[in-house]
């Protein structure tokens, strides 16, 4: 088995970005005044698909796709899982982030969120892990464009 890794060099957490075609957001919001609405929905403008899970909004769709009550209920490949769940609750994700099929990439904590314990374990089952940084202000600062 492959080890993953912390991406934390400017360069690194760049090309993340610019590979984000599918992109999971766990605890996905439908208020676009919350972080876990308006930063999927930047992605989504520059391109990227989004799926989205938080099993209190299941029979929804956001950014054109259903919502999903589990990483694992995804059954397909994404690049970046895109985290907005409390540091504290991220245990409570682990198996469900280990479950998916394939693993993700990369699993990208957004800024505020830290927990090195469950970035650890994502990091020995072969997931590269990006620990709190926002997309969408990362996406910007390098003036990206459009994802291909």
């Known amino acids: 088995m492959t080890t993953g890794r912390a991406i934390v060099a400017q360069d690194d957490v760049r090309a993340v970005l610019?590979?984000?075609?599918?992109?999971a957001v766990l605890g996905?919001?439908?208020?676009?005044?919350?972080?876990?609405h308006y930063v999927p929905a930047y992605m989504h403008g520059v391109g990227?698909?989004?799926?989205?899970?938080?099993?209190?909004?299941v029979g929804q769709t956001l950014f054109g796709e259903p919502v999903r009550a589990?990483?694992?209920?995804?059954?397909?490949?994404?690049?970046v899982v895109d985290v907005f769940r409390r540091p504290e609750a991220l245990p409570a994700h682990l198996d469900e982030l280990l479950g998916m099929r394939p693993l993700p990439a990369v699993v990208w904590f957004q800024q505020g969120i830290r927990n090195d314990a469950v970035a650890a374990a994502l990091i020995a089952a072969g997931i590269d892990v990006v620990q709190d940084r926002c997309m969408l202000a990362d996406h910007r600062?390098?003036?990206?464009g459009r994802i291909s």
């Open 70 to 79: 589990s990483l694992v209920d995804l059954g397909e490949p994404v690049d």
């Open 48 to 57: 990227s698909r989004i799926l989205p899970v938080n099993p209190l909004l």
């Open 28 to 36: 996905a919001h439908s208020d676009s005044s919350r972080p876990a």
């Open 18 to 23: 610019v590979r984000a075609r599918v992109v």
């Open 141 to 144: 600062r390098w003036g990206l």
